[in-house]
């Protein structure tokens, strides 16, 4: 069936390089959208896009082509934008595929796709509602927030580190939200989309940190599952329970966690106003969603650290109700983030009067600052912080991306110097059961897998398509490559036993050394070295008095609460050590493996340096005959012309001849004509009679030659028309 589906979409014609490289688009007049310009971005972006695995979007200078997976007729189409004058840097579609934005160096156009194209109308255009979107500057990255009800909110990242949020339902002048960070930004990306909190969060890399910070204004509504809804519930009331463990009695953590858990109460009470949405309609796999609305206050915006790790670009993946996960890069190495806690609307505020106060038991004074200090490092460390699971590192230099698949929640692609590698995330389903189930040895379920899908330079576009019971990767660069991924499935079912072209192993885990596995443990223990410093201050006496019961006091606290950092970090250092331990094994296993197995990769490059041995003699002799057939081409003689041909050219220049003679005649009677112009009489009324008779002998024959003109005048611009014409 692979087959098939090869032959569906290599007949289709989106994909002929039929345009010149260069556009130069001419600027309305009035008009402040700037000239656009080649994307000037380190990293390629994405210009082709598949929707619903039945339809391919791929742009090509300032057009979007369009056609369907059809086997059995071919297709075309362009998508109408108002003006396309700007050349597309690369193509972005939501989640339902409701929206698809073509994005320039600065202008934005964003198409609103019919459910199914019709490639049957006799237009070459799709027409749909569009929008346009100018006036935020160069851009670096683009998305969409999918919780957002009808989808409808795209997000962007300028080279200024400003984020804009337009929803298309409301307005493309005026954001919803603007954020402006002030620290230079790499990338961005949502959580999970299916996990509230997370989903209501973006997520920023710089160059040694990742952050967080809430994207929602007072007026935004979500889509969301009731089930998703029920999750938040528990996470609130579990978020609750473990303030009230660390801290007892009231805090303002443990408000501000109550007042998170009546936001996803009054969530599941508004299921009640049945008003639902659907996406998915021509998928396999429809859903439906529940439109709510949080009614949060307008969030701050302030940023908060929560990884000590940089990136150059983070994607989200795995999307489930339950934790979020997140991937990100930088240079070759892919790092691998967890968020079980769902907390993202519990806020810390700076308690406005600080004080001492009585301890519930013994006696003394409890000095407010340090439960102050401890519940802010608790909402820092526990509650707002990314758990850091692994690094691997790739067999390639240079810089990479990450790429969300559309409809594919279970692999995302990593992009590193042309090369195209796929990451299938199976154990996110494992992790999740084992979560449930409370089991130990949760981490050990974490091995993603690698399959090399296409390498090389000039990468314009890729996409993963699944039809026919097979799944394929078309990659768009000077040719068009189609891949197969699920190879070894349909090998046999059809019974033939064929190799993969690019990858032999497309599913063996990865057994990359992993790159730094102790920097987030090292990065802890710094944080414990800078949070806590116990001194011993020799001037201080053992008396009974309030001072030194407050720094008995204080310092007992500090004690507690370094010896609790220590603990859990005791705790991620022997669960690290223990998972680096068997992965290092693994490694040992699969050296021995290879070792045993070289006399197989002796033989295969002997049979390698055989065939490039007969490609070169094959190069050789085709060059030999290519030589031979110019040079008889170059020896063959002219063939002579035949006595019509011969005939036919001597009437023409003839014909020439006579048009040139009769040009002269016109010259020579033209400047007689001036000649007569400039001719005045010295005295009025006074003529020699020569003169006189030369004049009027001029004249006649000035009126025989206007009168020949006339009568061969058609003849004259007839004659000239054929010369023109033969020569």
């Known amino acids: 069936m692979s087959d098939e589906l090869i032959s569906s979409i290599t007949k289709q014609l989106i994909f002929q390089?039929?345009?010149?490289?260069?556009?130069?688009?001419?600027?309305?007049?009035?008009?402040?959208?700037?000239?656009?310009?080649?994307?000037?971005?380190?990293?390629?972006?994405?210009?082709?896009?598949?929707?619903?695995?039945?339809?391919?979007?791929?742009?090509?200078?300032?057009?979007?082509?369009?056609?369907?997976?059809?086997?059995?007729?071919?297709?075309?189409?362009?998508?109408?934008?108002?003006?396309?004058?700007?050349?597309?840097?690369?193509?972005?579609?939501?989640?339902?595929?409701?929206?698809?934005?073509?994005?320039?160096?600065?202008?934005?156009?964003?198409?609103?796709?019919?459910?199914v194209l019709n490639t049957k109308q006799k237009s070459i255009y799709i027409e749909e509602r569009h929008y346009r979107i100018t006036d935020v500057g160069k851009i670096k990255k683009v998305l969409w927030q999918s919780v957002v009800a009808n989808d409808s909110m795209l997000v962007i990242l300028n080279e200024n580190s400003e984020v804009f949020g337009f929803d298309l339902k409301k307005s493309v002048k005026v954001p919803s939200v603007k954020i402006s960070f002030c620290e230079k930004i790499n990338s961005i990306a949502f959580g999970s989309r299916s996990k509230i909190n997370d989903a209501l969060k973006l997520y920023a890399?710089?160059?040694?940190?990742?952050?967080?910070?809430?994207?929602?204004?007072?007026?935004?509504?979500?889509?969301?599952?009731?089930?998703?809804?029920?999750?938040?519930?528990?996470?609130?009331?579990?978020?609750?329970?473990?303030?009230k463990e660390k801290f007892p009695g009231q805090s303002v953590l443990l408000t501000s966690a109550k007042t998170q858990l009546k936001v996803y109460e009054s969530l599941h009470h508004q299921l009640?106003?049945?008003?639902?949405?659907?996406?998915?309609?021509?998928?396999?796999?429809?859903?439906e969603l529940f439109i709510v609305e949080p009614k949060l206050t307008t969030a701050d915006y302030n940023p908060r650290v929560v990884a000590q790790i940089g990136a150059d670009d983070l994607v989200s993946f795995g999307d489930n109700e339950h934790i979020g996960l997140l991937a990100s890069i930088k240079g070759d190495t892919i790092s691998y983030f967890l968020n079980i806690l769902g907390s993202g609307l519990v806020k810390y505020e700076e308690p406005k009067q600080v004080g001492y106060a009585k301890p519930k038991k013994g006696f003394g004074f409890v000095d407010s600052i340090d439960e102050?200090?401890?519940?802010?490092?608790?909402?820092?460390?526990?509650?707002?912080?990314?758990?850091?699971?692994?690094?691997?590192?790739?067999?390639?230099?240079?810089?990479?991306?990450?790429?969300?698949?559309?409809?594919?929640d279970d692999k995302f692609v990593a992009a590193i110097d042309g090369s195209l590698v796929v990451v299938r995330c199976q154990w996110v389903r494992e992790l999740l059961a084992d979560l449930e189930n409370d089991s130990i040895d949760s981490l050990d379920k974490i091995k993603p897998t690698y399959n090399l899908l296409s390498s090389g330079k000039d990468l314009q576009g890729f996409a993963i398509v699944a039809k026919f019971d097979s799944e394929v990767g078309v990659i768009v660069r000077d040719n068009l490559e189609i891949v197969t991924i699920n190879a070894d499935e349909v090998l046999e079912s059809e019974g033939v036993v064929e190799q993969l072209k690019i990858d032999e192993k497309p599913f063996v885990p990865s057994l990359a050394i992993s790159a730094e596995p102790f920097a987030e443990i090292e990065s802890s223990l710094k944080t414990l070295q800078n949070s806590y410093s116990l001194k011993n201050d020799p001037n201080v006496k053992l008396e009974p008095t309030i001072e030194v019961l407050e720094k008995l006091n204080k310092d007992s606290l500090a004690t507690n609460q370094a010896v609790f950092g220590y603990s859990v970090f005791a705790i991620k250092l022997q669960s690290r050590t223990l998972a680096q331990l068997k992965s290092l094994k693994l490694q040992v296993e699969t050296l021995k493996n290879l070792t045993d197995n070289t006399p197989y990769n002796d033989e295969i490059d002997d049979r390698i340096g055989k065939f490039s041995q007969k490609q070169e003699e094959l190069d050789t002799r085709?060059?030999?005959?290519?030589?031979?057939?110019?040079?008889?081409?170059?020896?063959?003689?002219?063939?002579?012309?035949s006595k019509e041909e011969k005939q036919y050219?001597?009437?023409?220049?003839?014909?020439?001849?006579?048009?040139?003679?009769?040009?002269?005649?016109?010259?020579?009677?033209?400047?007689?004509?001036?000649?007569?112009?400039?001719?005045?009489?010295?005295?009025?009324?006074?003529?020699?009679?020569?003169?006189?008779?030369?004049?009027?002998?001029?004249?006649?024959?000035?009126?025989k030659l206007i009168t020949w003109l006339k009568f061969q005048g058609s003849e004259i611009h007839d004659?000239?028309?054929?010369?023109s014409i033969k020569t």
């Open 17 to 115: 390089h039929s345009f010149p490289t260069n556009f130069n688009f001419a600027q309305e007049s009035g008009s402040t959208i700037p000239p656009a310009s080649p994307p000037a971005a380190s990293i390629p972006h994405n210009k082709l896009v598949c929707r619903n695995n039945s339809e391919l979007f791929f742009a090509q200078e300032n057009l979007v082509r369009c056609c369907t997976i059809n086997p059995i007729t071919s297709n075309y189409k362009l998508l109408k934008t108002p003006n396309a004058n700007f050349e597309v840097v690369f193509l972005e579609i939501n989640e339902s595929g409701t929206f698809l934005a073509i994005v320039g160096d600065q202008i934005i156009d964003v198409v609103s796709l019919p459910p």
């Open 205 to 243: 890399s710089t160059d040694d940190q990742i952050l967080s910070v809430d994207f929602y204004n007072s007026s935004t509504r979500i889509a969301v599952s009731e089930s998703a809804i029920n999750v938040a519930i528990d996470d609130s009331q579990n978020t609750i329970e473990t303030i």
């Open 719 to 723: 004659l000239i028309e054929r010369v």
């Open 372 to 408: 102050a200090n401890a519940e802010k490092i608790f909402w820092e460390q526990d509650l707002n912080s990314l758990e850091f699971l692994q690094s691997e590192k790739l067999p390639f230099d240079g810089k990479g991306y990450l790429k969300n698949l559309n409809g594919c």
């Open 622 to 641: 085709m060059k030999h005959i290519q030589s031979k057939i110019n040079d008889q081409m170059y020896k063959g003689k002219n063939v002579p012309l």
């Open 649 to 703: 050219f001597e009437e023409i220049n003839a014909w020439n001849k006579t048009t040139l003679e009769l040009i002269d005649q016109l010259k020579v009677i033209s400047e007689e004509v001036e000649e007569c112009k400039e001719l005045k009489p010295t005295v009025e009324g006074e003529y020699d009679e020569k003169v006189v008779l030369e004049n009027l002998q001029l004249q006649q024959r000035m009126k």
């Open 272 to 287: 009640s106003n049945n008003l639902r949405e659907m996406r998915g309609l021509y998928t396999d796999d429809p859903y």
